[in-house]
């Protein structure tokens, strides 16, 4: 219990931006109507987002009575999400952007779930089952043993699970990186490339089996581009502004350059463990997209509001107003929040180009983003809830 | 100087060019636009000041240390905040606002609430091209504690003409919450004159 109450030290308002967790809110009231969110800055350079609830009713109940449990818990119908991001980000509110993937943890446990039961699936394990026998030298004969020694069998058996578990961590980041990618369009990308490119890009899965960093960025890169966020951005920047569109070229470029090359993937293949279950994953992973695209569909950023957004947004910021709402009232148009990160990042992008990026006076330039991006988020979530208020007044 | 009435008060929220265009964000009702005035919103964030800590304030010392002088409390929509007999809290607008910079402004209390003992600001002007959230230096000059929630239109800016500004180029530019500020922090040149030479309590 004293872990868990740790937890929510310094989660007060002063710690924790209030754009952070309206945002995230808004996000699962539609993922996940039944959820309860709890936000947490902390000290180490993570994001989390793990399930509460279950641990609560686990420890509480040799504590409490049965009925006691019951009236307690009952009544709580969803999950009661903890979601933690590191303090340092606490005001890095395009950052955020990677909490897409955290939610996407649920959606990548599900699908994994379910494909336990195809044929597909099947058809993989019993491929990969007879690779690692190879490789260990057993034979299957006679018929439904393992022929060869003890330390053979153990290191067969040691070898599978492994492959299990690559295979299963590197699917749940990967797929929860493609829901980053759906929920949050560019914004994904750029945050993703922020927080990937602080380690070595083509470090082989370790201790704790995340796939390569630069073999997660070609997924989102690849779903992005797939799904035309990329080339609809580029090309609705480029008349409108044209600077700040030439800084984007260039910076995706960049990550073109990065992506493309195939190093990381070499590094896979020389560990043959690792290499089977990366060609297990890479088998599985249109599926799981697929999965997560149709999950999304009501949910996921929309392009076309994006290109019909940014430019004028970004106008916005250049005055230093918030990226809130297009348009003049009384028929200012409310926008979709994730196009007010966008527009931060495009600008940010465009600032990382200034010889002032990185002096006092940058750093207070972006910092100006980042607030006013924040109070973008706010501002359109409760313009978002006034007008379904006004709504429900008059027909009622 | 004339003091602007509520159609040129839209004209200017309507304005194509948005560098001339009165910007009030988020502008929940154009009910706020009154006949000469436009009535603002209590924002959701609050400044109290952490009194033990803070034993004078004087222009002419640097001692200002925001994190020890003052507390930061967020109000959530449809929740209640005190404010107490006497007691000064700074607090921000719910709206974000950009002036032109032929426009010039100042806030004042509501009349209602000015009866209930509320007194709204008291460093009123808002300069040509000013850009952010307003500050509102909330005390309550009643004897009972007074409730208020973020959202109240608790006061109103009234707009006027301004010829030949110059742009604000102000410290308060770009805020987007209310914090105390470090009143030494421009004045020392000055204070090097005017500031008592003995030392203070």
Redesign the interface.
Known sequence: MGTLLQHFDNAH??QTP?GLPQMLGALMARLEPNATLVAWPQSSYNYTIRDLLAPLKGMTQSLLSKEAHQRVFGSVAGPLNFVSFPRIERDNVLQHAIFGHELGHPLATEFLESERTTPAYSAALRRVTDALMAQYKLSTAPKGALGGSPAQTKAFVDGLRRVLVLRKRGLEELISDCVGALLFGPSALFASYDILSLGELDDPPGERSYPPRRFRLRVVKSLLDAEGYTSTLESALQAAEPAISAALVRYIKHINELTAQQTDKSNLGADPLIKLAYEWIEETLPGGTDFVRRRLESVRYDSKRMSAEVPELI??LR????P??IG???D?YVIDWRSALVAGWACRLRMLEDPAAGTDDGIEQAE?IN??V??AVE?TI??D??RKFLTGRSSA | MSVLGQARIESLLKEKAIKDRLIVTPLLSMEQIQSASLDIRLGHDFTTTRKGNLPYIDAGESNFEPHRHQSRHYVNRAERFFLHPHELVLASTLEYFRLPITISGWVTSRSRWGRAGLVIATATAVHPGFTGAITLELLNLGEVPLVLYPGLRVAQLILADAEGASEYQGHFNFQVDAYHADVSEETQLDYEFWKPTKPGP
């Open positions: 308002t002063a209030r106008e916005r005055i230093r107003v918030p809130s709402e003049v009232p009384p200012a100006t607030r006013l924040l109070r501002f409760l313009g809830e006034y």
